[in-house]
């Protein structure tokens, strides 16, 4: 699921693999993928779509964010290949994960 946001109708009529392979063969090299359902909420990120994404496109650097519950949730994108993520509710809710968060460089 999903849809792309863009300025660009032919881009956000695209589903969101499709837009990368779009993205891919443009030579774009870096991405941010960012769950607007999911900021805020707490729920996780969707993995199943992380999963898919890195597998089709490994060489695509990918920066998440939507939903990041904490430390464990990190580690887990660490291993999923996510070169970064966007975190804010997280920090704002006094997690205490900063220290954490620096260990994983």
Known sequence: ?????SRCPELAALEPLAALEQLQASGWQEIILLDLERV????GVDRELVGKIRAKFPR?????????????????????????????????????IMEQVRLLR
């Open 1 to 5: 699921g999903g849809h792309i946001l």
């Open 40 to 43: 805020g909420s707490g729920r």
């Open 60 to 96: 695509i650097s990918m920066i998440l964010g939507g939903g990041i519950t904490g430390m464990e949730e990190l580690l887990a994108l660490k291993k999923l290949g996510v070169s970064g993520t966007l975190m804010a509710t997280a920090l704002h809710q006094g997690k205490r």
